[in-house]
């Protein structure tokens, strides 16, 4: 998670995000999106990439509309879902197997493929810090590539990146009521596994290993070569930089987005947005993000007693006011997007923090959702050799 190069502003041809929450382009919330108008373009890069690539790389249109329908409907996202079955139905999969999609595993018998790709949406919507090397394995098994392996894991991240931003829009954009971003009513599920269940965390840094084949650098093509020397430093030999870029259109409106997000000039606090960052890594059990950003958030503050607190008591520990708020928002935001209300950004402001704030605080949120979920399902933190 290394800071990348930045990319200059520009301006945004299309903003699915402001749509789907409702934004107008006078709306005073239209105003606070723009400025950022990086992560508004990458965040529509991002899913021009993974939803509706010109390259489908062993993953079609509709399996990939398929997947994200899925991920709204655990989430739950309503917005999301409607969204996502317009998508369907423009690319005219049949009712029957939408409808079997939303009710897996009790639906109408699929494909074993689709079987195989529906049991690795639930795992990294729901509960990522599960998966293990056998799952990955899985899902080579049934047909999968590894680019469309890679693909689909950032199709069902991003995708969960789009649910936490879409949740709070609502909020601010409707502060007297929860927004209708609420989705279907979903059966009751025995408790799932989150950070509760990890107990190594370490302000240590940690090398990280991949499930999967990763690219030679050797055999990368110009455009691989590029996006990863815009990446980071070190990106030409870190095994997660050579197997997300594999899939090298999604790799690069990416890191451009974690970069608008997390480094961004002026708005919230850098230190709010790496406390955010720790306290989502914290509830979903990553380990790794969780070491880079307790090293941050120490660096800047020089307060390392606050994470070491979070590694301990876990989300629930006695902070000062303004942390309490910002690693409980965070908290919150990636158990139950869909079930926040109002009320839930009531600490924030009492802390002083304006729409603006609480946007970048949302966004660093959320994109962690998505971080955690490719770290923890496409391979595991290590130990740094001893040298």
């Not at 709070?168 to 929860?178: E, I």
Request: some cysteine; aromatic content about 4%.
């Amino acid at each position: 998670m290394a800071q990348e190069e930045g990319s200059s502003p520009a301006v945004a041809t299309e903003d699915l995000m402001n749509k789907l929450a409702g934004i107008q382009p006078d709306a005073p919330l239209a105003e606070v999106r723009a400025r950022r108008p990086d992560v508004v373009i990458h965040t529509q890069g991002s899913y021009d990439t993974l939803l509706a690539p010109a390259d489908t790389a062993d993953l079609t249109l509709a399996e990939r509309a398929l997947a994200a329908l899925r991920v709204a409907w655990l989430t739950p996202n309503g917005t999301l879902i409607h969204h996502y079955q317009k998508r369907l139905a423009q690319l005219e999969v049949a009712d029957a197997t939408v409808a079997a999609v939303t009710a897996f595993p009790a639906g109408a018998p699929l494909e074993p493929r689709l079987v195989a790709i529906l049991h690795h949406v639930d795992r990294l919507t729901l509960e990522p810090v599960t998966a293990t090397a056998a799952h990955v394995a899985a899902l080579r098994a049934a047909g999968l590539s590894v680019r469309a392996i890679v693909a689909l894991s950032q199709l069902i991240a991003f995708v969960s990146y789009q649910a936490r931003v879409l949740s709070a829009l609502h909020l601010l954009d409707a502060p007297s009521a929860a927004g209708g971003a609420e989705g279907p009513q979903q059966p009751p599920r025995a408790p799932l596994a989150d950070g509760s269940s990890v107990h190594h965390w370490t302000m240590e840094a940690l090398d990280w290993a991949a499930w999967l084949p990763t690219l030679d650098i050797a055999a990368a093509t110009p455009a691989q070569i590029a996006v990863l020397e815009e990446s980071t430093p070190t990106a030409k030999s870190s095994p997660y930089y050579l197997l997300l870029v594999q899939e090298v259109d999604a790799l690069r409106e990416r890191s451009k987005l974690y970069n608008a997000i997390m480094y961004g000039p002026r708005g919230l606090r850098r230190a709010d947005r790496e406390l955010g960052a720790v306290a989502t890594s914290r509830v979903n059990g990553c380990v790794y993000c969780a070491s880079v950003h307790a090293q941050r958030y120490s660096q800047l503050t020089k307060q390392p007693e606050v994470i070491q607190h979070i590694f301990d008591e876990g989300i629930g520990a006695e902070l000062e006011p303004r942390q309490r708020a910002v690693v409980a928002y965070a908290a919150q935001l990636t158990r139950t997007p869909a079930q926040m209300t109002p009320a839930d950004l009531a600490p924030l402001r009492a802390e002083g923090l304006d729409d603006g704030d609480i946007l970048d605080l949302t966004n660093a949120v959320a994109m962690f959702a998505w971080a955690n979920r490719l770290m923890l399902t496409l391979g595991e933190p290590v130990h740094k050799a001893v040298t």
